[in-house]
């Protein structure tokens, strides 16, 4: 993989990523998502290599790394297994970002060091039975009672869900103020009234517990309050900007994959005499497919520098989503067609990535809604 615009920083993060990946990951990677389990035997490992801190200053336990080494690490496990890239994403972006972003001195003492060490899992919790893409929609709430905030609520397709030990909870504070009522509180599991639903039985990603998170006159401090009161939308969508970077890379290192296995079985498998490699028609699919893997990765790592710049995130961070979760919809289909058959059939893992890139296109924002969010950037931008 030549990548000039890498640092020999970033290239030996890369190596480094690829090596654990390969060496404790691989091994039980498909057997992960055949019996849908968390592989916890690699957590330990994992929290010492860093990754549940990525971006995280050591003063706080994490590694210290910027959002292009960020963006590395995601691609690299998603790889192997799109769910614990997953995983990652989430626990790092739009659960441990939010609290160091917006969070008090208190909060970060008391929340980051764990999460960032691995020895607690984050989860984000917006999407409702009737709020996914209208989040403002949420019915969830949390009021005052003393120095309480009680929250009734019903969260669901929470990724980590079953794993997760701090939960965002995005609920209505002042249930009159529509909007503008939406506050962030974070609930812990343990807490009376916290109880974690079934695992979801889903089609990919089938390695990372997703969940529901019901709250029940869940009590928790009131300096569980994460950010001012009223400004959960706020909070949620600067999460979001940077979560969609993970995103986008965990849909890239999809993708990569299964160019990996497509071009590695078309060197392999012989038709009418010849590989399947010489053949006119695969040589199209394969310049298409790396081709698109890329593009999304110039547009994944594009986001990811503006972020360390500081620079406006929200249109770059949305393009790198919605191209990569196309591009991995798209590169993993036609893998799944140059093994023909056996593309078919969970013996090869190309029917994996198939399956685990397919709901890139929905979490954190569908593709409709990235191009609604471009669309509104540059025409506010003329």
């Given at each position: ?124 919790c917006l999407t409702e039975p009737n709020a996914g893409s ?66 979801e039985d889903l089609c990919g990603m089938r390695a990372n ?174």
């Open positions: 993989m030549n990548e000039p615009y890498l640092n020999a920083k970033h290239r030996m993060l890369r190596r480094t990523v690829q090596a654990f990946c390969r060496e404790a990951l691989g091994p039980i990677a498909a057997e992960i998502d055949r019996e849908a389990r968390f592989p916890w035997e690699v957590m330990e490992q994992m929290g010492r290599l860093g990754y549940f801190g990525i971006m995280v200053p050591e003063a706080l336990g994490g590694a210290g790394l910027d959002a292009i080494s960020y963006a590395i690490t995601i691609e690299e496990v998603s790889r192997v297994s799109g769910a614990i890239g997953l995983c990652l994403s989430v626990h790092n972006s739009v659960a441990l970002d939010p609290i160091l972003s917006f969070g008090t001195p208190e909060q970060h003492q008391r929340w980051v060091p764990d999460l960032s060490a691995g020895n607690k899992i984050g989860a984000f209208d989040a403002g929609a949420v019915t969830a709430t949390a009021l005052t009672e003393g120095g309480f905030w009680n929250i009734n609520a019903n969260k669901v397709f929470v990724t980590n869900g079953g794993i997760a030990d701090i939960c965002l909870i995005f609920a209505r504070t002042d249930p009159a103020a529509g909007r503008k009522g939406i506050s962030v509180v974070v609930a812990e599991r343990g807490t009376k009234g916290f109880v974690v639903g079934d695992l517990p997703v969940t529901s998170i019901r709250l029940y006159d869940c009590r928790v401090p009131r300096e569980n309050l994460l950010g001012p009161a009223g400004h959960g939308m706020a909070i949620g969508l600067a999460a979001l900007d940077k979560g969609r970077i993970g995103i986008a890379a965990q849909a890239l290192g999809i993708a990569q994959a299964a160019l990996d296995e497509a071009m590695r079985y078309a060197n392999q498998r012989r038709q009418f005499g010849a590989p399947l490699a010489k053949h006119q028609a695969i040589q199209m699919m394969i310049a298409d497919m790396a081709t698109q893997v890329d593009a999304a990765r110039l547009l994944v790592y594009r986001a990811a520098w503006l972020k360390d710049q500081g620079a406006p995130l929200r249109k770059a961070a949305a393009q790198a989503k919605l191209f990569a979760a196309e591009a991995a919809t798209l590169v993993t289909d036609l893998a799944v067609q140059i093994h023909g058959g056996y593309g078919y059939s969970k013996a090869y893992p190309v029917e994996r990535y198939y399956r685990d890139a397919r709901v890139t296109r929905i979490y954190e924002g569908t593709s409709e809604v990235h191009r609604m969010v471009i669309a509104r950037e540059v025409l506010d931008g003329h």
